[in-house]
């Protein structure tokens, strides 16, 4: 990066089962491309609870950034309609993940943004139906990166338990990836005298039984 940046993330617990998180940067010296994101690993069923296959998961997005075989943005937006990554109606993980590029989901979604008076639109929505725990995200950030942790293998986690492919979810709200490259997406170039700012307020509640 070519210049200097003071960030900061404030973490603030916020009413009743709430979580909000406040990513700030400002550049001291130079115009520097900042994209800051949450990579948090959810899993609504609790410890040791096994994949995140079943849970339903609700993405406030029509269209998203198709990526190449390196997983690199190729600079177009697509319709989600009639593909793998339609959540448009709350879905659950695996019933269509094998159809997805490499197997699962790794991929930038452009939100929809209807921001409310704070300045938030909502993100996504995951309901895990055996708990009944419902986790809702709203952000600033005009993209939602999805994440069900193909990748992830042998991590030893909590209580000794070991975690493997599709044991987590992620959902980071954020910047489009390489936006640098690609004029026809969002600038996440910030001058020296700007300041970059990324809300993202996580709520969590149980379902009275109703799928979301």
């Known amino acids: 990066f070519p210049g200097d940046v003071d960030v900061d993330v404030t973490y603030q617990i916020v009413g009743d089962y709430m979580l909000s998180v406040v990513m700030r940067a400002q550049p001291r010296n130079k115009a520097t491309p900042v994209n800051l994101a949450q990579h948090t690993y959810w899993n609504l069923g609790g410890q040791n609870s096994g994949t995140i296959l079943s849970n339903r998961v609700k993405i406030y997005s029509s269209s998203y950034t198709p990526v190449d075989a390196e ?18 109606h709350s879905t659950a993980v695996g019933e269509r993940i094998h159809e997805a590029q490499g197997g699962g989901y790794d991929l930038n979604y452009v939100l929809d943004s209807h921001p409310n008076k704070h300045g938030l639109s909502r ?36 209580g000794g338990y070991v975690y493997e492919p599709y044991d987590g979810l992620c959902l980071e709200t954020q ?14 170039i910030v001058e020296p005298g700007q300041v970059y700012k990324h809300k993202m307020l996580f709520r969590f509640r149980v379902s009275n039984g109703r799928s979301y």
């Open 123 to 158: 993100a996504a929505t995951v309901h895990d139906p055996r708990s009944g725990r419902v986790l809702e995200l709203w952000t600033t950030a005009p993209g939602l990166q999805f994440y069900t942790s193909g990748k992830l293998k042998d991590v030893v986690g909590k």
């Open 71 to 88: 997983l690199i943005p190729t600079g177009q937006i697509l319709s989600v309609s009639n593909t793998p990554y339609d959540f448009r």
């Open 175 to 188: 910047g489009f990836p390489d936006s640098v490259n690609h004029p026809n997406f969002p600038s996440q």
